[in-house]
């Protein structure tokens, strides 16, 4: 058994977070919670300081330290609170973290996230958007930095578990491997035809059959944008081109993904459409530990079905293939539009199946330059962001 191992936890107070939390939970002779940061949901963080006595933790605000200081010294006294990008950084190198679980959403993770990696820290990702925003220079920075990266990410988690693997634990594209298939559910809409999803509601969009996850990217499964931005995190997680990544729909989730071989083999990994297996693997790696997950009764299951993707009805696909193939701030421009589509349509002000048009008129708007540096990237998202919000109010209001 190895010593206890730190654990930072960026965006502690979501649903990856509850479940890395509850992980963690359950193994207390192996992981120890560091630091912990929170984007509002202040009470939840007061409740985690009290239970796992983090060295640091970071909430959105001043006006939020001045207000939950008090609670926290008075639950777990050791716990210096801050507020701020220095303080998310902090969070994220703690001198005692050994691993980082990145787990903001959005390309709000980016900067955090990097902050791990360029302190040489394994990196647990969930946080998919920042390989989409900058995945170039993302894995630069691992390389250069010395850190490891794990991916969260069921799909990813599992493709990552069926490749070979290369010196040093790197799993890539290796010599043998023919290619990834990435399977998805389909999302709630997978039997829709494109004018039915004309009058979808956040709840509806948000209820997905199969796994329970944040708003945001549950709209993003219900596009199939989520699988999208799997393309791209896939292509950056393991070298992988473009025309070696294929998407399988797979409605039941039980198989997580697959790796094809040349020789005819496929490996595939298998389980509970349930967060707290990539993540407890993450977590233990190469050590696999109880992830307090049901087991998997195959027999009760008793059929998987299989289907094409059907790009027609979700050009959020076809757009990732698009973008992937312009390179450059694609990616960044990409992201951005569908983050301000997606709060949009949460906020009632754009209709569920104008999110993929608002994404492609942005992507029209802004010429694609390659990414040198983090500021190129984070510019684009910017102006993307901006033309999103331009397009949306005078192209599509709802
Ligand atoms: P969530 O919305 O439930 O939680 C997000 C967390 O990020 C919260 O702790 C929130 O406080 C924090 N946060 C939000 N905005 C922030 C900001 N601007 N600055 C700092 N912190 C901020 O999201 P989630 O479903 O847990 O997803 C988190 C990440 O994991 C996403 O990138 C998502 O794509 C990825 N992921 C999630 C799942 C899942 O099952 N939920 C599966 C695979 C990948
Ligand atoms: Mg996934």
Known sequence: MSAVRGVALLGATGSIGRSTLSVIRQHPERFRLVSATAHGR???????????????????????????????????????????????????????????????????????????VRAGKRVLLANKESLVLAGGLFIDAVRTHGAELLPIDSEHNAIFQCLPTLAGGRRALAPGVRSILLTGSGGPFRTRSRA???????????????????????????????KALEIIEARWLFEAPPDRIRVVIHPQSVIHSM??????????????????????????????????????????????????????????????????????????????????????????????DAIESVIESVLQAIAPEPVTTLEGALDADRRARHEAARVMAERFAS
């Not at 496929?266 to 997950?293: N, S, W």
Request: charged share 20%; hydrophobic share 50%; with cysteine.
């Open 196 to 226: 039915q999803l004309s009058a979808v509601t956040p709840d509806e969009a948000c209820a997905h059959p199969v796994w329970s996850m944040g708003r945001k990217i549950s709209v993003d499964s219900a596009t199939m944008m989520n």
């Open 42 to 116: 202040s009470a939840e963080l007061v409740d985690i300081c009290a239970e796992f006595q983090p060295d640091l933790a970071v909430c959105r605000t001043a006006d939020e330290v001045a207000a939950l200081e008090p609670q926290i010294r008075a639950v777990s006294p050791g716990t210096q609170l801050a507020q701020g990008p220095e303080a998310l950084a902090a969070a994220a190198s703690h001198p005692a973290a050994e691993s980082v679980m990145a787990a903001i959403v959005g390309g709000a993770g980016l900067a955090p996230t990097l902050a791990a």
């Open 259 to 352: 790796v094809e071989y040349d020789d005819g083999s496929v490996i595939a990994q298998m389980g509970q459409p349930d967060m707290r297996t990539p993540i407890a693997h993450a977590l233990a790696h190469p050590d696999r530990i109880d992830a307090g997950v049901k087991r998997l009764d195959l027999a009760a299951i008793g059929t998987l079905g299989f289907g094409e993707p059907d790009f027609e009805r979700f050009p959020a696909l076809r757009l990732a293939y698009e973008v992937l193939a312009v390179g450059g701030t694609a990616g960044a421009v990409f992201n951005a539009a569908n983050e301000v589509a997606v709060a949009g349509f949460l906020e009632g002000r754009l209709r569920f």
